[in-house]
């Protein structure tokens, strides 16, 4: 049973390669823990060897969902602070950069989790196309 409810968009501006995600959460519950939320960028679809289970390596193997950076801290930016009340909402803006030239923005997603600071459970997760 989701705890958390998110909805999030992204805008990318191709010319300096910022991603603005905007994160809406709501509380489906009452909190008396300090929630955080995180923002991480993949990218899939990334040909790089591979080392395989029978000792060989796959030099044309196709990487998915490579975590390519963090938007937030690394363990996250405060999204509020208990205590919180169910049909709170909560929004939170967090900009970032698609840092290496090398990456391709077609490829890249955005997820998005919040989670409980204090028993570190995490709440619920949203996956979104960085250019939908």
Known sequence: VPQVKIEATVVYNASDSSATV???????????????????ITESEIVSPQLMPDGSRNVNYVHQHVL????????????????ITATT??????????????WVAANCD???????????????????????
Request: zero cysteines.
């Open 22 to 40: 905007n994160v809406e959460a709501t509380a489906l519950k009452d909190f008396t823990d300090d929630l955080k939320v995180v923002v991480l």
């Open 68 to 83: 390519r950076d963090a938007f937030t801290a690394a363990l996250g930016d405060d999204l509020a602070l208990a205590p």
């Open 89 to 102: 909402v909560i929004t939170k803006q967090v900009i970032g950069k698609v840092l290496k030239s090398t």
């Open 110 to 132: 955005i997820v998005v989790y919040v989670y409980n600071e204090r028993t570190k459970e995490i709440l619920q997760a949203e996956q979104i196309a960085l250019i939908p």
